[in-house]
């Protein structure tokens, strides 16, 4: 009998042992240089930085409440719905080894074990841009409270054709830029309308005669939202940027209380010329047009709640590569997936906690084949 206890007793003191009394240097650096330096640290998003041990320890309490309460780090895609590259969150294991840290009163530990830092590149998230467009000049958003829609021509200077593999916005002013899509324009409209006005950049409001659907339906790049990884594209895959075209840029500048200048810049990388190119990534916008002028439009009266499906006829086979909901501050949540002509389903994404604030693109872990023929549907409640 006293031998059974004794058993059980030291196993539970060895549990205790190891897991309760987690360390900076051990147990929370590790998670900590994987899922939230990438942002925190100098020049990228994150408000302050986690880069070592008195950052870590500044900001124990708060590191707790956002990782208990699954605000940090920003992942908002469903794991067991669909996968993705580049997934981003803690497993509860991890979130409680942050728990019993803080509550430990957030040990250095034996600094020998921290790990060493990761060798993030500067000025970027995927390293080393082909080409670098910067603004031309700064510009002013005003400070009205209103959000404001610009767009900027920025010139390539490109000579020839090329295969884009990737495109990053740097944002010159994180407070105020919130997300930016990228077009090309070979026609020069875009900095006509720019040139007509002395003011850098032009907006929609301006030029009647500006279609902005014609404009997204266009060449458009994977845009730039805040906590965004942009990602090369897989081997073989590649869009097209042609020789003159200039890039314009569509900035979503955030209502601000106070002006606020912004001057950001747009790392591009190309593919290797020995890289072969086989097919050609294109976006499609699934806008729900039915939605937008149909009898079950986009009206919600208040205190309700409605879900809208949007469909999509693939129009051809192709490969899905990934995915970019979009929807305003309403919205609550989202299903999307495909229906194949055979009639079974597959799952592209579901977000069960739509934020605004935190809208990206995701990659999914490996292509999802669409049939011509089978329908996307998407629900947004
Ligand atoms: C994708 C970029 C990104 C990643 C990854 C990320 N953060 Fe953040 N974090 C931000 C940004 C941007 C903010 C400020 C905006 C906000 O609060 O939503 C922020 C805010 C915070 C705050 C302050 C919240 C507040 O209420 O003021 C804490 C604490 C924090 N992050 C901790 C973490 C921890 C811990 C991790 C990793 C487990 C992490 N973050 C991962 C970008 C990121």
Known sequence: MHKVFFLVFSFFSLYTLSTAQPTFAKDVAPIIYKHCSSCHRPGEIGPFSLTNYQEASNWATSIRYVTQNKIMPPWKADPTYSRFMDENYLSDS????????????????????????????????????????????????????VDEYRYFVLPTGLTQNKKIKAIELRPGNTKIVHHALFFSDVSGKAKQ?????????????ENPDFDVFEVINRDQY??????????????????????????????????????????SSVNIFFADESEIIDRTVRDYIMLPFNL?????????????????????????DVSLIGIFPHMHYLGKNWEVYI??????????????????NW???????????????????AFAK
């Open 94 to 145: 991890q979130i409680k080894t942050i728990a019993d840290w803080v509550d430990a009163g957030s040990p250095m530990g034996n600094p020998s074990d921290i790990p060493p830092f990761p060798d993030f590149p500067q000025n970027s998230l995927l390293g080393e841009p082909d080409l670098v467009l910067t603004f031309d000049r700064s510009y002013t958003h005003k400070g009205t409270g």
């Open 193 to 205: 309308y720019d040139d007509q006005t002395p003011e850098y950049g032009f907006s929609a409001n």
């Open 222 to 263: 994977p845009g730039y939202v805040p906590g965004q990884k942009p990602r090369r594209f897989p081997d073989g895959l590649a869009m097209d940027i042609k020789a003159g075209s200039d890039l314009v840029i569509q900035m979503h500048y955030a209502p601000w209380s106070v002006d606020e200048t912004d001057s």
């Open 292 to 316: 937008i002028t149909g009898a079950n439009s986009f009206f919600l009266q208040p205190n309700q709640i409605k879900t809208f499906e949007g469909v999509y006829t693939i129009p051809f």
């Open 339 to 356: 229906e194949n002509p055979d009639g079974s389903k597959t799952n592209l994404i579901k977000i069960n906690d739509w934020d605004f």
């Open 359 to 377: 809208q990206g693109g995701y990659y999914f872990d490996r292509y999802k084949i669409a049939k011509k023929g089978s329908k996307v549907h």
